[in-house]
């Protein structure tokens, strides 16, 4: 993880980070995010933008990768999160799904005297099931590697789970998925689709504050998305906790 540039960052309330000196680099801040770390990603952007930065931050098809997908709306196809040449039906992919009945109150029931096959991969209309789930395929890792960012952890939308578990519980397991994922050596990444804030700051929005808030120390970035004009691309940039601000940079 190195390349992009930026600015350190003035607040001083911000996470120390772990490494030798006074002043860590911007190449000691992605050192560290090497080990382990947990994403915020937040933007004025469309489904598009967060589904090419969610098959970046899955890695390449061609890397060495477990990745886990939870979708908090099942009119989402999995594919379409993933890298090219990854299939969500394949063995490196788990895809846990929350059916948008969860959230919808006028979706009428299924007929109980015919109810579909559960093999694992249908949407859950149970959101502590979800829950069990996800964390379940996280945990799944007897034998694996425990570094080199092997494991990849997604979730698409946080919204879309606090509206389901309520925002505790949601909190909860939030925090339960970016640890176990900083613990086998991972990088989770929790996507937050939020309007434009009347600041450069993410954290000026209150739902993105309140996010990162409950994280806490299982955060390490809120990563903003963007598109610039005549832009090809999405953008990101990255506000590394201890160290400060990227500059942009396009998704690719």
């Known amino acids: 993880m190195s390349g992009p540039t930026g ?3 003035d607040d001083r309330s911000a996470a120390p980070l772990r490494t030798r000196g006074n002043e860590p680099t911007l190449q000691a801040a992605l050192d560290r995010l090497a080990g382990g770390c947990g994403l915020l ?6 489904t598009e933008a967060y589904r090419v930065a969610a098959a970046r931050y899955f890695g390449e098809s061609s890397n060495d990768r477990r990745r886990v997908l939870g979708l908090t709306h099942d009119s989402l196809r999995a594919d379409d999160w993933l890298p090219d040449g990854v299939d969500s039906d394949g063995d490196d992919a788990d895809v846990v799904r929350l059916g948008d009945a969860v959230r919808d109150p006028a979706a009428v029931e299924p007929d109980p005297a015919d109810p579909p096959v559960d093999d694992g991969r249908q949407p859950v209309t ?5 829950s069990d789930r996800f964390l379940g395929a ?3 890792d007897d034998g694996e590697p425990t570094d080199s960012m092997y494991l990849r952890v997604g979730l698409y939308r946080v919204d879309g789970l606090r ?5 505790d519980r949601a909190g909860d397991l939030l925090c339960d998925a970016a640890a176990a994922t ?4 991972g990088m989770a990444h929790f996507h937050l689709p939020r309007p434009a804030a009347e600041t450069s700051a993410p954290r000026a929005d209150p739902v ?6 409950r994280l ?14 005549r832009a090809a691309v999405p953008e990101e940039r990255w506000h590394i906790l201890g160290w400060g601000t990227t500059d942009w940079h396009p998704l690719r």
Do not use: Y
């Open 7 to 9: 600015t350190r960052d």
């Open 41 to 46: 990603v937040t933007g004025d952007v469309s």
């Open 126 to 130: 149970d959101p502590e099931t979800f």
């Open 138 to 140: 996280i945990r799944a």
């Open 163 to 167: 509206a389901a578990l309520g925002e």
């Open 182 to 185: 900083r613990d086998r050596g």
């Open 208 to 213: 993105v504050d309140s996010v990162a808030t």
């Open 216 to 229: 806490g120390e299982h955060l390490d970035v809120i990563v903003q998305l963007r598109f610039a004009e």
